[in-house]
């Protein structure tokens, strides 16, 4: 008897726990659907948090300065050290400028003459560096340039003619470019460009009438000893007349002869001085 009790019991005592664990789920699941149902989660933080951000303090004026101008301050730094980095790179990679009109004492590397055809290619050689405020041109610095009109001598006594342009510039290692001509080649003056051969009109000429002036100081002679004679005295102005036509008829053939004869040629050895002048400025590294 003693022992159907506590099986009544225990039995008892198994389906209240298990029926209170049943209960207390679904109580917890009606809890649940209400706050789902009644209550929006989301715009319950989204409020909240808008609350909290709408009450927070504004900052001092004092502060918004301060930090405003450290803000420009900063920038203005920034700015400085980026302008002195460009100016540093500029100088560093920046070209000078060799103004036109500069002149250069040169000598020529190669023999010239009037029989180069148009197109050879002549150089020329710094021989004492040329020093300047912002620049220096080192000594052995090359130039070259090609011949653009060459003829050998012509008629009427016309001589040979060699035109050079200069169109670069061998500085320390770099090629640069120019545009540059001769004004003086082998110690003589020259003018538009143009390296001429002499023009030997004049002295043709005078060579060339050469003749009729010896026959005339040969008819004087011949007229000074047959006046001396008393027999011979009446054909002493003959020789002096026939000289003196010899002379002027070869004096007026002497021009016209020149003029079917040629001028002088163009060579100048190499090592000769000449001077270089730019037309235009160039720029160096």
Not at 110 to 135: C, E, H, R, W
Not at 266 to 279: A, C, E, P, Q
């Amino acid at each position: 008897m003693k022992n159907h009790i506590m099986n009544i019991f225990l039995a008892l005592t198994i389906l209240f726990f298990s029926a209170g664990n049943v209960f207390a789920f679904d109580l917890d699941m009606t809890v649940d659907d209400d706050i789902r149902t009644n209550y929006n989660s989301s715009k319950l933080v989204k409020d909240t948090y808008t609350e909290e951000l709408e009450t927070l303090p504004e900052l001092p004026d004092k502060l918004i300065n301060s930090t405003t101008q450290n803000n420009s301050n900063k920038t203005t730094i920034t700015n400085t050290k980026t302008t002195n980095n460009l100016q540093n790179f500029k100088q560093i990679t920046g070209t000078t400028k060799i103004h036109k009109g500069t002149v250069f004492d040169v000598v020529n590397l190669n023999n010239i003459s009037d029989s180069q055809i148009k197109g050879t290619t002549v150089k020329f050689k710094i021989k004492a560096p040329l020093v300047k405020n912002k620049y220096a041109i080192p000594a052995d610095t090359t130039f070259t340039g090609e011949i653009v009109n060459s003829h050998q001598p012509q008629l009427s006594c016309n001589g040979g003619l060699v035109s050079i342009k200069l169109y670069s510039m061998n500085y320390r290692g770099q090629t640069i470019p120019i545009n540059g001509y001769i004004t003086r080649a082998d110690d003589k003056l020259i003018f538009l460009n143009n390296i001429k051969g002499d023009r030997t009109f004049i002295k043709t000429s005078w060579q060339k009438g050469a003749w009729g002036r010896n026959m005339f100081h040969r008819m004087c002679d011949l007229s000074s000893q047959l006046i001396t004679e008393k027999s011979t005295i009446v054909l002493s102005p003959f020789p002096f007349l026939y000289g003196t036509l010899c002379a002027g008829a070869n004096a007026v053939s002497a021009p016209i002869c020149a003029f079917f004869s040629e001028g002088k040629h163009i060579s100048i050895k190499s090592g000769s001085h000449f001077k270089i002048r730019l037309l235009e400025d160039a720029y160096i590294n």
